[in-house]
């Protein structure tokens, strides 16, 4: 059974930073592509950044590139998404995500298995 936990939000300043952790457990964790979503309250679950299982190719969310970067560590069976120079239209839930087959990365429902989320929350 496929587990994703995230981790590493919290409170911060706009302009501040922080690293989103999710640690997946269960079947083979190097085969997966990977992505990153975020949901604020009334609106849908948009899509934040993506990542190959060989870490080969990322893919981002117009409104976070520059500002966010994936990465994963295969060894520890951990993707990340670290968040700079946040500001208050971050604020959202951000969840993990298997990506099946050959979906779009970012197309929620692309994804089969997913974490309970971690709150970000960006003060002006």
């Known amino acids: 059974q496929v587990r994703l936990v995230e981790s590493g939000g919290g409170l911060v300043q706009a302009g501040g930073s922080l690293r989103l952790s999710c640690t997946f457990s269960?079947?083979?964790?190097?085969?997966?592509?990977m992505g990153w979503f975020r949901q604020a309250p009334g609106k849908e679950r948009e899509f934040v950044s993506g990542i190959s299982f060989n870490a080969g190719t990322t893919y981002y969310a117009d409104f976070a590139k520059g500002r966010f970067t994936i990465s994963r560590d295969n060894d520890r069976n951990t993707v990340y998404l670290q968040m700079n120079n946040l500001n208050p239209d971050d604020t959202a839930v951000y969840l993990c995500a298997t990506k099946w087959g050959l979906s779009n990365y970012r197309d929620p429902t692309g994804y089969n298995y997913w974490g309970q989320g971690t709150q970000v929350t960006v003060s002006s």
């Open positions: 269960g079947r083979t964790f190097a085969s997966k592509d």
